[in-house]
């Protein structure tokens, strides 16, 4: 069965940094694009960004770049989101998605979020 | 990038069609046949509907439809039922500066 389990929730001091982790489970994570999506409080979902199949590339929304930073482990076919410099505006479900397949741009496995609270 | 806009809400009874907007530009919806729809009860994990524009995945119920014209696509419900309740976003392909941008959402209301 195609899954996706994300790590738990975090709190955080203003200014630290997060990592959520994501194992996948029933797929291997060298064969789709891979991706983070979140959703702060009462707002709709944003994308944030993602790594290619062979790793080899990733690719960040615009107001994420330099923060964040997509990787994984092919050994233990694991997704990890590190976002740092982090804000009370950061305070979010965080998602990870599998990409369909290797042409498809939607996304047809989702993790079941981890909640990243931000406060001082 | 802004995202793409849906309609706050939407409702109505059992039976009944509805259909959510969700409007963009030339640089993602109008650019691209990448518009894909989620549903999503808060706090679960967002399922995928639509791709495509217009395709389903194998288990969505053919009662959900998507479409588009411009830079406007659409998810058609042919026949509101009661677990249809929750919100829905649509996504689209924008290039490879902006890569994907998400609607803001529409929380369907079965009446």
């Known amino acids: 069965q195609v899954q996706l389990l994300q790590s738990g929730a975090e709190v955080k001091r203003p200014g630290a940094s997060v990592k959520v982790s994501c194992k996948a489970s029933g797929f291997t994570v060298t064969g789709y694009h891979m991706h983070w999506v979140r959703q702060a409080p009462g707002q709709g979902l944003e994308w944030m960004g993602l790594?290619?199949?062979?790793?080899?590339?990733?690719l960040y929304a615009q107001r994420f770049q330099g923060r964040l930073t997509v990787t994984r482990d092919t050994s233990t076919n694991t997704l990890y989101m590190d976002l740092s410099r982090l804000t009370s505006e950061d305070t979010a479900l965080y998602y990870c998605?599998?990409?369909?397949?290797?042409?498809?741009?939607?996304?047809?496995?989702w993790g079941q979020g981890t909640l990243v609270t931000v406060s001082s | 990038q802004s995202a793409l806009t849906q309609p706050r809400s939407v409702s109505g009874s059992p039976g009944q069609s509805v259909t959510i907007s969700c409007t963009g530009t030339?640089?993602?919806?109008?650019?691209?046949?990448?518009v894909s729809w989620y549903q999503h009860h808060p706090g679960k994990a967002p399922k995928l509907m639509i791709y495509d524009v217009s395709q389903r995945p194998s288990g969505v119920p053919d009662r959900f439809s998507g479409s588009k014209s411009g830079n406007t696509a659409s998810l058609t419900f042919s026949g509101l039922q009661a677990e249809d309740e929750a919100d829905y976003y649509c996504c689209s392909y924008a290039g490879p500066f902006t890569h994907y941008v998400f609607g803001t959402g529409t929380k369907v209301t079965v009446l």
């Open positions: 790594i290619t199949p062979n790793g080899d590339v990733t």
């Open positions: 998605a599998k990409e369909t397949a290797a042409a498809g741009k939607e996304f047809d496995c």
């Open positions: 030339s640089s993602d919806i109008g650019g691209y046949n990448f």
